[in-house]
């Protein structure tokens, strides 16, 4: 059974760093593509960051440059470093993978940007 399990998330200052971690397991992360996404309240979710299985990257303009994704894969984990947080990144954010056609979601963890 595919589980992913967000950690890391938390309330921090505008400009500060955090990092967010999601742990996969029940199926062959290393040969997958894993996401961030992210929701705010009374907003749609949406993409933030994407790694393949072979570590090419995608991010959203809104995070270019402040956003790193990495993935461990002896370790089943797929990294979000966030820097220089913004208030406008206050979400819930969610780690992400499509599976044998179907999509899997973890349970979310909250980012707060606010001094």
């Known amino acids: 059974q595919v589980q992913l399990v967000e950690s890391g998330g938390g309330l921090v200052q505008p400009g500060g760093p955090l990092r967010l971690s999601c742990a996969a397991s029940?199926?062959?992360?290393?040969?997958?593509?894993i996401g961030w996404h992210r929701q705010a309240p009374g907003q749609e979710r949406e993409s933030v960051a994407f790694i393949s299985f072979n570590r090419d990257t995608l991010y959203r303009d809104a995070v270019k440059g402040r956003f790193t994704i990495s993935r461990d894969n002896a370790r089943r984990t797929v990294y979000l470093q966030m820097d220089s947080l913004k208030p406008e990144d206050t979400a819930v954010y969610y780690c992400y993978v499509r599976y044998n056609e179907k999509d899997y979601w973890g349970p979310g963890i909250q980012v707060t940007v606010s001094a």
């Open positions: 029940g199926y062959a992360s290393s040969a997958h593509g």
